[in-house]
């Protein structure tokens, strides 16, 4: 499995490279990041959703992996929070995030580079299910705990924008009318697709942070723990008593190991949220991944060796 995962995590130390070096251009992340987030992963998002063989019962079984876990660790980070009287109010909105949010850039990168085609495709169904319920929470929190106002048409409209969910839904409502998709226009998405993945992964180191000022030290280490462990390991024990197949299985505890999502610091920074506590969680998450995503994958005894 590391064999498969060190790879990766180069990808992520050049685009740490990349982002400290002097000749680096300024305006070259956010560019990646636009495209990558506006073109490139969509493109693989309709391609992938359009393919996949699926159904009902199957879209079903997914949003309860999701959401029943999901909705466990949110209950637990509130409890949580209710008890910490001293915690700062921005910091508590970073901790919502920090235990539910996934990295979209890292999901979809490594889902691409690493699983069979059907788990892959199921890896990326997972993610848009999740999605919009974890924006909902991360705006609603960030809202709450900054006293902003936030209104349900607020919370819709910042969803129907985003282009990852636009993708997923074009692509399931594709993949219902069994049309076969235009042979040049799945190798241009083909294309767009294979640029994707190693953009995401620039981009994650890209927004990587290393400096330990505002760190919150066990604050950081509860909600990692929340996020790298107790959350895989609540949808496994949920996927063994549904007992679903191999392939959603793999898909949804996958789903449930990743780190949390970079984009978050940009909406702690710009919804009131502690930022820097988000920074802390995002970069300490993503170098965990390291070592508790492939022991996950073992635990589950994931074969990547005709990969």
Same mark, same amino acid.
């Given at each position: ?6 790879p990766?995590?180069?990808?992520? #130390?050049?685009g740490? +490279? ?27 998002l309709f391609l992938r959703?359009?393919? /996949?063989?699926? %159904? =009902?019962r199957a ?5 309860? /992996?999701?959401?029943v876990?999901? =909705? ?11 008890l ?18 996934p990295s ?6 490594v889902a691409?580079?690493?699983?069979? %085609? *059907?788990?892959? #495709? /199921? ?7 999740? &999605? ?5 929470v ?5 809202a ?7 209104? =349900? ?8 924008r *985003? ?15 069994d ?8 190798s ?10 190693g ?5 994650v ?12 030290p ?9 996020? &790298?462990?107790a959350?895989?390991g609540l949808?496994?024990? $949920?996927?063994s ?9 793999? =898909? ?5 190991? /990743? ?9 702690a920074?710009? $919804?009131?949220? %502690? ?9 300490t998450? !993503? &170098?965990?991944?390291?070592? !508790? ?5 073992? +635990? ?8």
């Amino acid at each position: 499995m590391l064999s498969y995962i060190l790879p990766i995590f180069l990808i992520i #130390a050049l685009g740490v +490279w990349i982002k400290r070096t002097p000749h680096a251009p300024k305006e070259l992340f956010p560019a990646l990041e636009w495209f990558s987030f506006y073109v490139a992963f969509p493109a693989l998002l309709f391609l992938r959703t359009a393919q /996949l063989h699926m %159904d =009902a019962r199957a879209v079903q079984s997914l949003a309860l /992996l999701v959401v029943v876990p999901m =909705a466990a660790i949110l209950l637990l980070c509130l409890i949580g929070l209710r008890l910490a009287h001293q915690l700062p109010d921005p910091a508590r909105s970073s901790i919502i995030q920090g235990a539910t949010r996934p990295s979209t850039y890292f999901g979809l990168a490594v889902a691409g580079l690493v699983f069979p %085609d *059907n788990v892959a #495709a /199921l890896i990326m169904l997972t993610l848009a299910i999740a &999605l919009p319920l974890v924006n909902v929470v991360a705006v609603v929190a960030l809202a709450w705990w900054s006293g902003k106002r936030v209104t =349900a048409r607020s919370i819709l409209r910042n969803l129907v924008r *985003n282009p990852i969910i636009l993708a997923t839904v074009a692509g399931a409502v594709y993949n219902m009318t069994d049309w076969p998709l235009w042979g040049p226009l799945t190798s241009a998405l083909e294309i767009l697709g294979s640029v994707a993945l190693g953009l995401g992964l620039v981009c994650v180191g890209g927004g990587l942070v290393f400096r330990l000022e505002g760190a919150m030290p066990l604050v950081t280490l509860i909600t990692n723990s929340l996020k &790298l462990m107790a959350l895989p390991g609540l949808t496994l024990l $949920m996927c063994s008593a549904l007992g679903v197949d191999q392939a959603t299985q793999m =898909a949804v505890c996958f789903y449930a190991s /990743l780190p949390t999502a970079p984009n978050a610091y940009i909406m702690a920074r710009q $919804m009131g949220g %502690d930022a820097r506590l988000m920074a802390t969680m995002i970069t300490t998450q !993503t &170098l965990l991944t390291i070592v !508790t995503l492939p022991l996950w994958m073992l +635990w589950l005894g994931v074969d990547f060796s005709g990969r």
